[in-house]
């Protein structure tokens, strides 16, 4: 479904801000104009057997809960369209596996997650952003510290293990225990 929506777009924030104010020439920009495309590429590589249109109108009514709850977390020093690609394909794969089950998506949480957007497609970023999350909740701090080292800063072994005061044989025996536990616990999906 195409309309042309006579909106002059200025910028993210300003974008942003008019939907929230209820211009309805800025929310016809999201859905089908300017982001149009890629909306309906994410809902077709993220849900392939949902109708595109029943993701698009699914994903309008989560962005406009609660007072557009979530639109309003939209950090504006982020590009805009990067972070609807990432929420919107987050939100359809959700959406797809909801009618299976009941999990829910974890948002982006803070800048870090956006520079993990520069380095590859979609289905990576939304994966290292899922590991970024996961290693976080990870306990003892140790482990987390040393995943996040060896994994998201792709530090030398050697350097970490000496940092840590392990020697690299046992660095690597906490790492494949640290990984299993983070598998387990946050990317479960990710394992099947």
Known sequence: MKRSAKYN????????????????????????????????????KAAPNVPVDDLIQELYLHLSANDWERLR??????????????VSYRFFKDFSRSMIDSRRQIPITNIEDQQLLDSGTTMMNTIMMDIKQGLSHLDPPRDREMLTALILHDEEPQEVAKRFGVTVDNLYNIKRRAV????????IDYAK
């Open 9 to 44: 777009y200025v910028s993210d924030s300003q974008f942003v801000a008019d939907i929230l104010a209820g211009d309805g020439k800025a929310l016809e920009c999201l859905l089908y104009d300017r982001f149009c495309r890629l909306l309906r590429f994410n809902a077709m």
């Open 73 to 86: 977390k939209y950090d504006s020093s982020l590009p805009f369209e990067r972070w609807l690609s990432v």
């Open 180 to 187: 299993a536990k983070l598998i387990q616990k946050h990317l």
